[in-house]
């Protein structure tokens, strides 16, 4: 279906503007009177004669059937990233060898995109345009059309084509953290990243490479004679023990729904379990994953290499709103592992009902594997004690939050009595946290 555009409208509103005083001046004083019936035909005339042109032009528009468009995205999406895509419009024998377009691409609630739509001028072949997408949510995002708008050759219609283009783009969690750990990883820089060193307990006999000091390390690990040799600081580096399992639990209940200003609490979990994945990986460790709310979600056995197998399982995990089952997820760790485990949950502690569960099932856990509690801290009640009270309200809100982190330490003392190791964290602190306490059970040989 054609649609006229303003440069059709104006022009025609201005001349049945003028026809209409014309004919009215004419019609209302006398002596003109006869001039009327001739400027009517006039009138009718020029408007027969625009509208005509109107149609005429509206036939250079080309048809959709001229028009194929191939999507071409970036192989992953990480989540809260730009990301490039790019469009190749393929045009076939057209009236016009230039014509003008408007391209909206498909858009979804939590993207937003920078670039789109595209205006411009489009010609036979291939016309190749990009832009990026920030996606804020992991998930299966499908793209399934592209609204392209033709202009005419004098440009009085338009055609809005709805063309097929399907793609489907999969938004990971943030595996730029991945990244960026990696390479600070193999420079030694990982105290960029609030990352620790830790002395080894009984491991320094396994040598493992040789490298540059760094202000970190002991001095009864510097190799004079490798110093001597390269005429800087080298230090001998030992490896941990190796070969050992680490299960991620993953809580997606109803405790796991708040958010923050970028992410959800979920969100902070999984990203804290693939970066730690990424450490474990290089400590050739044996990595698992187990998502569960009343249900057991998605479960990946602990294996060498496995981080794409998680990142898969949990790229479109979302929070609900149920009660999760610590009985029904633990029940189930124990039908499949076999072997001493680090079990790692990750979770929000809120009520006294998820706080026995926790420390029911975690305790039971404590001989055959070990049990580690990671328990992320809503920001705004840790903040909330940061400054007096100035009003009645804020003096009762204050003395609440300090009753519920009393409680909260006294649960993690009990869980400590029973042999859980306990780790209480606000959520942007995680990945910090989580990999320094990783390094200080292998360093200590806790496993």
Known sequence: MFYPTNRFWYPLLVLAGLSVLTAGGLYFIPSLRIYYDPARLIILGALSFWMLLGLLDAFTIPGKKRFHIERKTDRIFSQGFRHHVTLDVHVRRTLQGRFKVKLADHEFDLAKQYGMPFTGRFRRGINSLSYRIRIAKRGLYPFRHVYLTCFSLIGLMRKIHVLPCQSDVRVYPDLKAISRYL???????????????????????????????????????????????????????YEMNRNQSVLFLVDCGRTMTATDDSQSYLDYAINGSLLLSAVAERQQDRVGFLAFSNRVLRYVKPARNSRERIIQAAYDLEADYTESDYEGAFRFLNTVLRKRTLLILLTTIIDDRTADMVHAYLGTLSGKHLPFAVMLNPPDLHHSLDRPPSTLDEAFFQSNVADYLLWKSELQQKLRNRGVLVMDTLPEDLNAGIINEYLRIKARNLL
């Open 183 to 237: 390479l600070l990883a193999r420079k030694s820089h990982l105290g960029l990243m609030g990352v620790r060193k830790f002395r080894r307990r009984g491991g320094d006999q396994e040598f493992e490479r040789l490298r540059d000091y760094t202000r970190d390390d002991e001095f009864r690990h510097i190799d004079w004679k490798a110093t001597a040799r390269n005429q800087r600081l080298i230090v001998r580096e």
